[in-house]
């Protein structure tokens, strides 16, 4: 099992940027990463996510051009830079993997992944 541990939430204006952290406990071999969220009584959705097999990157519409992923290989973590920020944000996100290959429709389903961090919170103030 891949231990998941996520940091950097808080609270921002909007229009303010964010960075969330994700430490995996295993190198990123064979691995999907992906962000997703939650805000109070709604589902999770899927924000970003890295694809193992050609390691492309996939992002909800609502957050193209204002969220980046990127990846630190030597420290095993995964990074979401969050601009532009909008109360609309506004949820618990979370870090997910799931070893193997998945499409790029799968890599958008949380029921693909099998490990979770505990979330982080992100709070976007008007």
């Known amino acids: 099992q891949v231990q998941l541990v996520e940091s950097g939430g808080g609270l921002v204006q909007a229009g303010g940027s964010l960075r969330l952290s994700c430490v995996i406990s295993r190198a990123f071999m064979s691995l999907n990463m992906a962000w997703f969220r939650q805000a109070p009584g709604k589902d999770r959705e899927f924000v970003a996510a890295i694809k193992w097999s050609d390691t492309s990157t996939v992002y909800a519409d609502s957050v193209k051009g204002r969220f980046a992923l990127s990846r630190d290989n030597q420290k095993n973590t995964l990074y979401l830079q969050m601009n532009a920020l909008t109360p609309d944000d506004t949820a618990a996100y979370y870090c997910?993997?799931?070893?193997?290959?998945?499409?790029?429709?799968?890599?958008?389903?949380?029921?693909?992944?099998?490990?979770w961090g505990q979330g982080t919170q992100v709070t976007v103030s008007s």
């Open positions: 997910a993997t799931k070893i193997g290959v998945g499409s790029t429709r799968q890599v958008q389903d949380v029921a693909f992944y099998s490990d």
